[in-house]
Every structure is written in structure tokens, then in C-alpha cells.
């Protein structure tokens, strides 16, 4: 990716009004406004966050080869589950979507970059600043944050001198995350070429736009709740102390007001994804794509009224549970319009498996496992088995990895010959695929067992019996860590030209992908669309089969 | 420049590479890497807080400058406009929320934390076994009643007056704008400084009722979840209204010096619907936090 375009940089427009070509050297990357660059860098920056996040919990299961203590003390052990949840899911998971959607909107949609690039570029550049202060805790005294990524008062707040500083790198990673989110909104809302109606765009516009709305609804709130923690701590208010007649549950309601549509901005855009590549190897039209597209609305609306299905076990009025309950199982309909839709495409399609479409019925299959656990978690009375213990891991890390990571890796390799303009090795990618896969159920499947058994989360020693399903998820965890090499060798060489790589990738890569994207050169002009793009009716992705 | 003015409108504005949010960034670290120092009292010194604030309000002003300036220079289309007017609009939405995190406290506190304390319901327990005696109310510093005995500002005295004043300033600044599009730019100037100096006055009232409630009611950010409530809403209403005053402030002293059009002139209705944003969320404090 890294520096694939340059020499595009003033290729088929034969504009020079302002010099448009890119500064040098390190300079080009903390200056640049320009989509793609902050593309590129919002990916390297999820990669090394996965990288480093993904080193934290083969520190988890390492310690949780065996039973007993090992490795580390439960107190650095506790650190590792918080740290590693806070690093994949705003320094990983998020960071990559909006560097997705960071490089392919524009070209999506059809304009010349993100409608405010100075922001984007604040919008990006916060990110490492909030993690090196975040993982700088890890050496301060007394450690960094243990009390779980959810932050729940009052353990949270027996955090030592790193507190104050886990405190203000959510409120940056808040800031980027909503400046980041406006931006894709705006957009989108502003930014199509004309006769792109919002009922023709491509359905990874339509799923960022409803994940950045999502995002500027609940990342305040979060900030909210950081906030009282950080003045309960330090300025003596009682948000979260009975004492003074507050709650410490006031916390939890508060967090996941945030936290339950943040798990939707962890999956929309991956339903946005495989919506777009499904279609282009099934060499149909996706089915159904206005249900697609109000299914997602669906559930961004209901991500709003289910929050509480997190606390079943806290002591809420009956009332209270059966609401959440019920508005929760609602969910699994517009999820199911979903996979229904992505099944239906595949239906009788000329299908061929290159590895962008084994990544996204890879994810189909996994996911709604994942999606079947949800409704099982769903229900009230059963939960109260199930909350915290490795079910609920077994069922998050199910929608989280073989969900939305899945679908980062298989938009990477869908759409990264349109970025550098090179093939990435198709046996290689096959053999990351199925060494992914293997190794992911291999690391999670057991543990939905161990957890129906009683094994709790968060606890780095565990009972005899849950031995053998452990073993099993470490050997997983460290296959599934390893197999990853290959795709960053892939991905790096596309970017760089290894191993004799040429740039030699057609405009359409894919023959049966559409839309304005595979109408340019690849790799895409530096600018890409200065002046809005003709759309021809064979590129519009949101056809209407009446 | 010449052929980006012969060329303005046509094209969307993308800017040149820019190194103001990278410094911003890394001022915005040293601000609040020095607070939580401070916090943690790890003796690190003042400096990092001090030059943060001072780089980054710097920044700050040189990036709105240099906005103000392309804008002034002709090289924003209508498209250009409606991004910041889409923008704006969702930055307030996105602060609506902010607000909504606390005004959800309160309502917690009052509906259910409280009365859940007092024994209500199913939670006679709680009360029994943990707050005996306890009856839930409002004002309440919680059963512990911490802070002591303190009391609480009447609605209907400073607050009312200061409902007044904000309700009037969203009057002057419609003067103002209409006044604006009217290309009367004296009356709309006049309107704008009569706009900051209702600002003002809100915050200067504010500021005494703050004094009031430290040095006599015994009201203070410790006086239990009222307290906590009280000061944390109205404390950052104050600050939006703050920083909605110095806005209102640059937007004037940009007209005195012929910047905006009457067809032209998003900088001024964003603050504009910056304003009427923070006078309403007054108008929801005045009535839950004050009134009811």
C-alpha cells in the first residue's frame, strides 16, 4: 500500500493547478490530508495494534495452557484481558474499518476525497498518541488498568497512577472515532456523484453510513461515562457511590448505552463487506439489497433499546429484564434478513472461490454461529448460567473474529490490487484462509463447552476438568497467531513488489465486481475522482430486482 | 493562486498537506498527560500543562484562521458549504449525546437509585440491611450525607434570570443574522456585541451563583449526588457557553472586519446554531436541574 501511488500521483488528469504530488519522507504521512494515505495509515496502524493486541492473549492463553498459575500473576493477567479488548476493538477493529472506509468511500461514491481531510488527518494521528499513553500505563507503579475493558466501577476505580491516563486516551480515541465518523457521514451525505441516489450505493457506503451515526450517537456517551469516573475518583462526586446516592450499576447502564451500539459499529461494516464481495463471485446481483439496507437500519435501531442484556445478573426489576430480552431477541430478524440475503445471492451463482470469497463465506458460516449463541445469551433466565463465563468469550470472539476480522482480511485482499495495483499470491491466501480457519474454531469452539460447564472469564487459573478444552484454545490461539504471517508476507509484498510481484492487476480485478471503483486504474490515481465521475447504470451495485 | 481563483466553485477544495492536527495532537497529549500527572501527584510540574494549552489554543487559532481565510478567498463552493453545514450539525448532534449522559444520571439518581436506596419495592432489603432509616428525597446527598447538610438554589432567582438572558441572547443573534442577509452589517454588529454581552452576563451570574453555593449553601461537588449532578451539568453547560461566547466574540470581531455575505456565511450560523444548541440545553437544566 505504503507507496504504490506515487508515481500515479498526477497520472490521467493533467491537472497542476496547487502541487498535488504528496511531501517526502516521513513528512508525507504526519501532513497528508489525502484519503488514501490516511487509508493506508489507519490500516498499519490496526495492523500493529492486532499485532500487539494479539501478543496479549497468547500471554492469556499461554497462562491458560495448563491449570494452575505459570507464567505471569493474575495481576498482570487481568491487565492482559482489559488491555487486549481495549487495543483490538479501538485500536484494531475500529481503526481498520474507518481505514476501509477511509480508502474506498470516495472511490465508492465518486468524489475526490473525505468532505473534511484536516480532520481526517486529526482524526487518524490521535490514535497512536491515545495508545502509546494507554499502553504506557503497563510500566507505570502499580500497573496498567486490570478491572476489564468495560471499566465497571468501583474496581476500575482501585486503578493505580494509570487511571487518569486510561481515562483521557478513551476520551482521544473518542474524539477520533466521532471526527472520523462525521467525516464519512458528511461524505456521504454531500459527496456522491450525481445520479448516486442513496438507494444506488454500494452497501459498504450504506452499512458506514448508519456505523458512523451510530458512532457519533454513543461515543459521547461514552466519554460521559469515563468522565464520571474520573471526577468519582478524583473530585469527590458520587455517580457511582451508594453512599452518596448514586450507583455503581448507574455506571453499567451508562457504558453499555454506549457499549451494546458499539458492537454493531464492530459488525456493520463487515455486513457491508461481504455484501460487496459475495455478489461480485457469485456473479449475481446481491438479493435483496434494499432489505439489506433497512435491515441495517433495523438494527441500528435496536442496538439502542438492548443495552441491559449485558447486566441480566445485576438485580434489574423484572420488568426491566423481560424488555431487554425481548428487544434483543428481536435483533436475530434483521440479522437473519442478512445472512438469508447473503445465502440467496450465492443461490445458483457462478460461484468461484478465490480467497477474498472464502474469507466472506467463511464469515457467513462463523458468524452466525456467533449470531446463534447471541440468541442463546439472548434469553434471561438462561443467561444467568452463561454471564461471565467463557460461553460469552466463546460467543463474542466467534462475531468479532471469524465475524469482523474475517472481514477485514477479506477486504484487504479484494480490494488491494485495486491499491497497488498488484495480485496478492492466491495460494498463499487460500492456505491463510484455511489455517485461519481451522485454528480459529480450533481456539473457540471449546470454549463455548468450558463455559457451559461453569469455567469463569477473566480468571487465569481454572478447574481441572476444563484442561482439555483449554489445551485445545491455546493451541488454537498460538496456530491462529502464527498463521497470520502469511497474510501480512501477502499483503506486504503486494505493497512493496516482493518476490517479483508486477503491477500488472487490470482496472476491474474482479470480472464480476461493480461499481465507479473498478472503473479507474489500478493502482487508483492519487486523486481519483477531482470532478465527479459519469455513472453508468452497469456500475450501480444497489439494483432493484422488482 | 491565480488559477485556483480562476477555477474556485467548480471543484471541490481539497486542502494542502497540513501539519496543525499533528501538532494539536501531540499539544492535546502534553495537556493531558500533565493533568494526569497532576492527578496522580507524580511531581512532573506544570510545564507540559501549560505549554499544551498554549500550542494547542494556538493551533487552534491558526486552523480556524486559515478557514476563515480560504473561505474568505473564495475558494469554497456551495458543495464545500453544505459539508460544513452537515458537519456542524452533527457535532452538535454528537454533543447532545454528551449532555444526554448526565441528564441520564440525574434521571437515574432521582427515579431509581434513590428511591432504591429509601427501600422502594422489592429493594426493601437494600434499605434494611445496608441504609436503615433512610427515606429517599430529593435534594439528597445520599444516606451517607456526604458534604453535610446544604441547600439549593431556588429556581425561580438567579437561574430564572439567567433563562432570561440566554432566551434573549438567541433573540439577538436571530437580530443579527437577519440584519446580516439584510446587508445591514452596523445594526448587525451592534446586535452580535449586545449577543457576547448577554454571554457574558450569563456567565458572570453563573460564576456568582457558584460562589454562593461554595460559601453559603454548603453546596459544593461533594454534597453527594446532588452535588455531583448539580456541578457537572450546569459546569459544563457553563464551559460550552464559555467557549460559545469566545466563538461569538471571533465571529464578530470577523465582521468588523468585512468578512461574511448576506448570501454567504456559514462561519456565522454555526456559531449561531452553536448558541441556540447551548440555550437549550439551559432550558432543560433549568427545568430538571432547578425547577422540578
Known amino acids: 500500500m505504503a507507496h504504490a501511488h506515487d508515481d500515479h500521483a498526477h497520472g490521467g488528469h493533467g491537472h497542476d493547478d496547487h502541487a498535488h504530488g504528496p511531501d517526502k519522507g516521513i513528512m508525507r504521512w504526519i501532513k497528508t490530508t489525502n484519503h488514501k494515505d490516511l487509508g493506508t495509515l489507519y490500516l498499519f496502524f490496526a495492523f500493529i495494534m492486532f499485532f500487539i493486541g494479539g501478543l496479549m492473549s497468547l500471554v492469556i492463553r499461554a497462562e491458560l495452557f495448563h491449570p494452575g498459575l505459570q507464567f505471569v500473576d493474575p495481576e498482570f493477567f487481568n491487565q492482559m484481558t482489559t488491555l487486549h479488548a481495549l487495543v483490538m476493538i479501538f485500536g484494531g477493529l475500529m481503526p481498520a474499518f474507518t481505514g476501509l472506509a477511509n480508502w474506498m468511500v470516495p472511490m465508492m461514491i465518486g468524489c475526490s476525497d473525505l468532505a473534511l481531510p484536516r480532520v481526517n488527518n486529526w482524526g487518524f494521528w490521535l490514535l497512536p498518541f491515545a495508545f502509546t499513553m494507554l499502553l504506557s500505563t503497563m510500566f507505570m507503579p502499580g500497573g496498567g488498568p486490570a478491572g476489564g475493558w468495560t471499566l465497571y466501577p468501583p474496581l476500575s476505580l482501585q486503578t493505580a497512577n494509570a487511571f487518569p491516563f486510561l481515562i483521557f486516551s478513551i476520551h482521544l480515541m473518542g474524539i477520533s472515532s466521532i471526527t472520523g465518523a462525521i467525516n464519512v ?38 466519554a460521559g461515562a469515563v468522565t464520571m469516573l474520573l471526577t468519582d475518583k478524583y473530585f469527590g462526586t458520587s455517580f457511582f457511590s451508594a453512599a452518596g446516592g448514586g450507583d455503581p450499576v ?5 457504558f453499555w448505552f454506549f457499549g451494546h451500539p458499539e458492537v454493531y459499529i464492530l459488525i456493520l461494516p463487515a455486513f457491508g463487506i461481504v455484501s460487496t464481495i459475495i455478489p461480485t463471485f457469485a456473479r449475481k446481483q446481491l438479493f435483496g439489497y434494499d432489505s439489506m439496507v433497512y435491515a441495517t437500519a433495523g438494527i441500528a ?10 447486566m441480566f ?30 445465502v440467496a445471492t450465492m443461490w445458483r451463482g457462478s460461484m468461484t472461490f478465490e480467497t477474498p470469497m472464502l474469507f466472506a463465506v467463511g464469515f457467513v458460516f462463523l458468524f452466525t454461529i456467533g449470531g446463534f449463541s447471541g440468541v442463546m445469551l439472548a434469553m434471561t433466565p438462561v443467561d444467568f448460567q452463561y454471564h461471565d463465563t467463557y460461553f460469552v468469550v466463546a460467543h463474542f470472539h466467534y462475531v468479532l473474529v471469524p465475524g469482523a476480522v474475517f472481514s477485514v482480511i477479506a477486504a484487504i485482499y479484494y480490494w488491494i490490487p485495486k491499491w497497488t495495483g498488484r495480485m496478492y499470491n492466491e495460494f498463499w491466501g487460500k492456505t491463510h484462509f484455511w489455517l485461519s480457519t481451522i485454528f480459529i474454531n480450533l481456539t473457540f469452539f471449546p470454549q463455548h463447552f468450558a463455559g457451559l460447564a461453569g469455567m469463569q472469564r477473566r480468571v487465569p487459573d481454572y478447574a481441572l476438568q476444563f484442561t482439555d478444552f483449554n489445551v485445545i484454545s491455546s493451541i488454537g490461539a498460538f496456530g491462529f497467531f502464527v498463521s497470520q504471517f502469511i497474510f501480512i508476507f501477502n499483503v506486504l509484498a503486494s505493497c512493496y513488489g516482493w518476490f517479483g510481484r508486477q503491477r500488472n492487476a487490470p482496472d476491474r480485478v474482479w470480472e464480476g465486481a461493480r461499481g465507479l471503483e473498478w472503473t479507474v486504474p489500478s493502482p487508483a490515481p492519487y486523486h481519483t475522482f477531482e470532478d465527479p465521475p459519469e455513472l453508468p447504470a452497469h456500475e450501480v451495485t444497489g439494483v432493484h430486482d422488482h | 493562486m491565480g488559477t485556483q481563483a480562476a477555477q474556485k466553485s467548480e471543484r471541490y477544495f481539497v486542502p494542502q498537506p497540513s501539519a496543525w492536527p499533528f501538532v494539536l495532537t501531540a499539544s492535546l497529549i502534553a495537556l493531558l498527560g500533565g493533568v494526569s500527572a497532576y492527578l496522580e501527584e507524580d511531581h512532573i510540574g506544570p510545564i507540559p500543562i501549560y505549554a499544551g494549552l498554549a500550542v494547542a489554543i494556538y493551533i487552534i487559532f491558526r486552523w480556524f484562521r486559515g478557514v476563515a481565510l480560504e473561505s474568505e478567498g473564495g475558494m469554497y463552493s456551495a458543495q464545500v458549504g453544505r459539508t460544513y453545514r452537515w458537519g456542524m450539525s452533527w457535532f452538535i448532534f454528537s454533543e447532545v449525546m454528551f449532555f444526554g449522559a448526565f441528564f441520564g ?31 429517599a428525597h430529593w435534594p439528597s446527598n445520599g444516606p451517607a450525607q456526604l ?89 459544563f453547560h457553563g464551559m460550552h457557553v464559555t467557549l460559545g461566547t469566545i466563538m461569538l466574540i471571533s465571529i464578530t470581531l470577523r465582521l468588523m472586519s468585512g468578512h461574511f455575505k448576506p448570501d454567504s456565511h456559514f462561519g456565522f450560523e454555526g456559531v449561531a446554531w452553536y448558541w441556540h444548541f447551548v440555550d437549550v440545553v439551559w432550558l432543560g437544566l433549568f427545568v430538571v436541574v432547578y425547577w422540578l
Do not use: D
Not at chain 1, 448507574?250 to 451508562?254: A, D, E, I, P
Not at chain 2, 439518581?109 to 432504591?116: I, T
Not at chain 2, 439567567?162 to 445594526?187: D, E, F, P, Q, W
Open chain 2, 105 to 135: 444520571a440525574l434521571f437515574y439518581a432521582r427515579e431509581l437509585s434513590l428511591p432504591w436506596l429509601g427501600g422502594e419495592g422489592s429493594k426493601i432489603a437494600t434499605n434494611l440491611t445496608l441504609w436503615p432509616g433512610f427515606e
Open chain 1, 185 to 222: 457521514v458528511v461524505t456521504i451525505l454531500n459527496m456522491r456523484t450525481p445520479g448516486m441516489t442513496l438507494l444506488k450505493m454500494p452497501l459498504f457506503a450504506w452499512t458506514w453510513l448508519i456505523t458512523g451515526y451510530l458512532l457519533i450517537a454513543v461515543m459521547p456517551v461514552l
Open chain 1, 313 to 342: 445478573t445485576v438485580g434489574m426489576p423484572l420488568a426491566g429484564e423481560l424488555f431487554f430480552m425481548f428487544a434483543t431477541m428481536l435483533i436475530a430478524v434483521p440479522t437473519g434478513v442478512k445472512v438469508f440475503n447473503w
Open chain 1, 301 to 310: 435501531f435496536l442496538s439502542f433499546i438492548v443495552w441491559a442484556h449485558h
Open chain 1, 250 to 254: 448507574l455506571f453499567q447502564h451508562v
Open chain 2, 147 to 235: 458534604g453535610g447538610a446544604f441547600k439549593t438554589i431556588p429556581a425561580f432567582s438567579v437561574p430564572a434570570i439567567n433563562t432570561a438572558i440566554l432566551l434573549t441572547s438567541g433573540v439577538t443573534i436571530t437580530m443579527a443574522h437577519h440584519a446580516l442577509k439584510a446587508s445591514k452589517r452596523g445594526a448587525c454588529i451592534l446586535w452580535m456585541w449586545a449577543t457576547v454581552a448577554l454571554g457574558c452576563a450569563f456567565l458572570y451570574l453563573q460564576a456568582h451563583e457558584y460562589i454562593e453555593a461554595y460559601t453559603e449553601l454548603n453546596l459544593t461537588l461533594r454534597s453527594g449526588i446532588y452535588g455531583s449532578t448539580f456541578f457537572m451539568l450546569t459546569g
